[in-house]
């Protein structure tokens, strides 16, 4: 069983950063790939970032260069650094954690942080 917690949304002015945190308990953290999902009003559920158990990263075009993808195994902790914001970054952020099993692998969502970026 893992447990994904968030943090660190909230009201930012556009052109100003952000930093979100998910706490992950559990024993498979370090083997499991890490993702940050947002959605939007009145949208579906979209890949922001997502970074393995190796580390290597992959984000969507919309916010390559602007955000970064990092994790910490000491502190089982996973973060989303967010520069440059924009209006369009509105949604609420919610963190997932792909843990592999025998066969294929299980997905588990955090509670989701609200995240405005004002014009």
């Known amino acids: 069983q893992v447990q994904l917690v968030e943090s660190g949304g909230g009201l930012v002015q556009a052109g100003g950063s952000l930093r979100l945190s998910c706490a992950a308990s559990?024993?498979?953290?370090?083997?499991?790939?890490m993702g940050w999902y947002r959605q939007a009003p009145g949208k579906q559920r979209e890949l922001v970032a997502r970074?393995?158990?190796?580390?290597?990263?992959m984000y969507a075009d919309s916010v390559k260069g602007r955000f970064t993808i990092s994790r910490d195994s000491a502190k089982n902790t996973v973060y989303l650094q967010m520069k440059s914001l924009e209006p369009e970054d509105t949604a609420v952020y919610y963190c997932?954690?792909?843990?592999?099993?025998?066969?294929?692998?299980?997905?588990?969502w955090g509670q989701g942080t609200q995240v405005t970026v004002s014009s």
């Open positions: 997932n954690a792909k843990v592999p099993l025998l066969v294929g692998s299980r997905d588990y």
């Open positions: 559990g024993s498979s953290f370090s083997a499991s790939a």
């Open positions: 970074i393995s158990g190796a580390g290597n990263t």
